[in-house]
């Protein structure tokens, strides 16, 4: 079956330092690839997505590029600010379409001043 | 423009009880997705319901059902509750045939849900 693997939190960064968040996947098929947000008191928000190889998705200064040799779609951000503390979740979803999505276990990312 | 809502916010039941959880889906949406998210885990898909039926259903037993009405929104029953359905549950909505926007699914803040 498909599955996602993140990188293990908590994450805690001070402002403007680097952030990359490592996701890898399992999947039959070529699946569109996702990273949600969850900041705190909100429901999850599409942060970006990519639906097939070497496609990078981009928002709000963060990137990242379906990798299907290596079955990954790493988060990454150039300078992270404090604003940016949120829980990151990379998913999957097989067809393309808004059926199934596959979560990762989210990754908790803590920004400081 | 009204996004996701879900009722109730909190609740607390006792092992065996039934609990019904509620959906409105963003205006505009006709799909509508149940996920369960137990503390510190990410999401795992319950169903999706369209066009007032189940479309598609995750491993969970049938002790977890659900409903979709003619105006889109949905409900979520679980029977027979037990220590483990604690969790939060999220609500998603969606465009079935969502041209560029494919893909998207828009969250409630979700319905807590505590079994003692």
């Known amino acids: 079956g498909n599955s996602v693997t993140q990188m293990e939190g908590p994450v805690t960064l001070s402002e403007e330092a680097f952030l990359t968040i490592n996701c890898t996947y399992t999947a039959t098929g070529y699946p569109s690839l996702f990273w949600y947000v969850q900041y705190p008191g909100e429901g999850l928000q599409l942060l970006l997505k990519a639906t097939k190889a070497d496609d990078k998705g981009s928002n709000k200064g963060f990137e990242a590029t379906y990798r299907k040799e290596t079955t990954s779609f790493h988060l990454e951000k150039g300078s992270v600010q404090v604003s940016d503390s949120a829980v990151y979740f990379c998913?999957?979803?097989?067809?393309?379409?808004?059926?199934?999505?596959?979560f990762g276990s989210g990754t908790q990312l803590t920004v400081l001043p | 423009d009204a996004g996701v809502t879900q009722s109730p916010t909190h609740l607390i039941k006792t092992r065996g009880q039934q609990v019904t959880l509620r959906c409105s889906p963003k205006?505009?949406?006709?799909?509508v997705s149940w996920y369960q998210q137990a503390l510190g885990q990410g999401p795992q898909f319950i169903f999706q319901y369209y066009e007032e039926e189940e479309r598609q259903r995750g491993n969970f037993p049938d002790r977890f059902s659900g409903h979709q009405f003619p105006n889109y929104s949905s409900e979520l029953n679980v029977n027979a509750l037990l220590l483990g359905d604690s969790a939060l549950y999220l609500c998603?909505?969606?465009?079935?045939?969502?041209?560029?926007?494919?893909?998207?699914?828009?969250f409630g803040e979700g319905s807590r849900l505590t079994v003692l």
């Open positions: 998603a909505s969606s465009l079935a045939n969502g041209g560029s926007t494919t893909g998207e699914l828009f």
């Open positions: 205006s505009g949406h006709d799909t």
């Open positions: 998913a999957l979803s097989e067809s393309g379409s808004a059926r199934q999505l596959t």
